[in-house]
């Protein structure tokens, strides 16, 4: 992996980090430190927005920062800085050692070890994240305009829009701890997006769509998305409300994500220890369907949540979460692990690219035909609010979407709720489709679900 330099759109280059990252582990350990870490970072970018043909912003950002971990013994302070000067540096590093010097000791503090950590030939796997765009403010809102225009040229019932923005995003850092982590990198994250409304008065509907990538030259034509995005507002138009009635539920791929989400959460290291999970002592025992397996690639080329290590300097695996259902492996750090009397997984951070799959799906599981597998319920498209209990998995969200009869969508549905437990809706997934989608770091098509409560008029 390539060095990051100030010719990329940086202040900083990596020869300047890694002094930076020296300097502050030398000054920990001269104050009487047992332990540091310390990570060094810088990000900038430009994000435009336009409503309606008409310009209506262009920011730019530019931010860095240094932060500092100092442990004495299994006392641990924390402090951060904007300012790189040798005077700032030293102020921060004695900020940090002067809270740990009075805050209580934590028998589960420290830093990783030193066997978890990724050597520096791990630490530098080029996992091709960094592809800088090298765009202008009038570019951009050329795109922008581009975006909307076409979600306006799909149909004339497209009567307004809420913007549309292009944004380009780069950022790299550097980290090293006292233990002899070394390792950093760049990347970057570019989009464009647009949310169109159709109809008017009371009858008005919006919806929006947007394409994100490492890649510039990977995104989706602006086009493609401003007339895509007009055609999800346009299938809302003249929603109605159902009955209350239990019946399956299938969620689209882009929302299916959430349930994925919703499972990391659950057999997180800090919700376990807590005991504010509703999957406690969960490994070696069902939790999902017994046709599903999870699979996490963090070494995925150009992935969106790929990494060589966490947040702590922790090497990442390829792994099995679920196997047949049944879990396999947690998502800890080392201070998750240590409260749990466990062993890092190398997920200080979150989890890295997860794959939900069903040993069922056949290539032709495409969207038609998982709305055949309902055959008679409610499609999601929309969620809303945060109805979701981790302790207990309780869930209960406001919802929009289709209702179906027959396997065919026959009506745009609005203002319902669907609600269910969520340990019993993982082990309820009836199908996982081939319409496969990346939300985020989680790849997963749209997912059926055997029964839930539909709450309406």
Known sequence: MSAPTTAQGFAYSREQFQSLVEDVLGIAKAMGASDAATEVSEGSGLSVSIRKGELETVERNRDKSVGVT????????????????????????????????????????????????????????????????????DTAAELAMRCEAAAFATDKHITNSEGAGVSAQQSHFYAGNSRGFRGGYASSRHSISVAPIAGRGAGMQRDAWYSSMRDARELASPEAVGRYAAERALSRLHSRKVGTCEVPVLFESTLASGLVGSYVQATSGGALYRKASFLLDSLGHAVLAAHLDLDETPHERKGKASAPFDDEGVRTRERRVVDAGVAQGYFLSSYSARKLGMRTTGHAGGAQNLRLTSRLTQPGDDLEQMLRKLHRGLFVTELMGQGVNYVTGDYSRGAAGFWVEGGRMVHPVQEVTIAGNLAQMLRDIQAVGADAYTWGGKTVGSVLIGGMTLAGS
């Open 70 to 137: 100092v442990f004495i013994g299994q006392r641990r302070g924390n402090a951060s800085s904007s300012d790189f000067s040798r005077t700032a540096i030293e102020q921060t590093v004695k900020a940090a050692y002067d809270i740990a010097r009075f805050t209580a000791e934590d028998p589960a503090a420290g830093l990783p070890e030193a066997d978890d950590l990724a050597s520096a030939a791990e630490a530098s796997l080029d996992l091709d994240l960094f592809h800088p765009w090298a765009i202008d403010a």
